[in-house]
T-cell receptor, first 119, second 112 residues
Framework: EEQLVESGGGLVQPGGSLRLSCAVSEFSFNTYDINWVRQAPGRGLEWVSYIARSGDPIYYADSVKGRFTISRDNAKNSLYLQMNSLRAEDTALYYC?????FGSGLFKWGQGTLVTVSS | NFMLTQPHSVSESPGKTVTISCTRSSGSIASSYVQWYQHRPGSSPLIVIYDDDQRASGVPDRFSGSIDRSSDSASLTISGLQTEDEADYYCQSFDASNAYWVFGGGTKLTVL
């Protein structure tokens, strides 16, 4: 069965960095665009970033622009999110999710990885 | 960016029908497709409706989606409610001008 598995979450101090990974198995990773979506405690879903199957284009939500960097390695079936200058408001469960084309819905989701930014 | 506004919560009895609305703040609801996601506690979000009114694979036909151009709103209707339908439901659309995926605030559905 097709699966996305996130990892790399944890506790980090404000101003620190963290790198999330999303490993994909059982399907052709390079045929999908992929997004990061997060959910802060007690809040709703928030789109964070998008990367096309070729690696370009890339887009970010205003709340993370300039601090987060999305990338992918199609040879390793993996997606990454480098998060720098982390803030308390970045505390959330981070999901990776596939989309079929630019602007489409998000069809397959991972189980999420928790990021906590606190001193 | 436009916003999508949903009621905070709705409740209905098992076997009944419920409709959850999603209103776009600016621009036409028809300018980008609307999706709906079911999110149960402890689970990942699950797409139930895509492209306004298409049921995702494996989703029962009790779930249906529609848009209303006159009110710039979308709706998710669930008929024959079951206790397992209890979840948070999010609408989502795409802001093509700014390359932004927009989510509604979510609606908590209680089946009691």
């Amino acid at each position: 069965e097709e699966q996305l598995v996130e990892s790399g979450g944890g506790l980090v101090q404000p101003g620190g960095s963290l790198r999330l990974s999303c490993a994909v198995s059982e399907f052709s990773f390079n045929t999908y665009d992929i997004n990061w979506v997060r959910q802060a405690p007690g809040r709703g879903l928030e789109w964070v970033s998008y990367i096309a199957r070729s690696g370009d284009p890339i887009y970010y939500a205003d709340s993370v622009k300039g601090r987060f960097t999305i990338s992918r390695d199609n040879a390793k079936n993996s997606l990454y999110l480098q998060m720098n200058s982390l803030r308390a408001e970045d505390t959330a469960l981070y999901y990776c999710a596939t989309s079929y084309y630019f602007g489409s819905g998000l069809f397959k989701w991972g189980q999420g990885t928790l990021v906590t930014v606190s001193s | 960016n436009f916003m999508l506004t949903q009621p905070h919560s709705v409740s209905e009895s098992p076997g009944k029908t419920v409709t959850i609305s999603c209103t776009r703040s600016s621009g036409s609801i028809a300018s980008s497709y609307v999706q709906w996601y079911q999110h149960r506690p402890g689970s990942s979000p699950l797409i139930v409706i895509y492209d306004d009114d298409q049921r995702a694979s494996g989703v029962p036909d009790r779930f249906s989606g529609s848009i209303d151009r006159s009110s710039d709103s979308a709706s998710l209707t669930i008929s024959g409610l079951q206790t397992e339908d209890e979840a948070d439901y999010y609408c989502q659309s795409f802001d093509a001008s700014n390359a932004y995926w927009v989510f509604g605030g979510g609606t908590k559905l209680t089946v009691l």
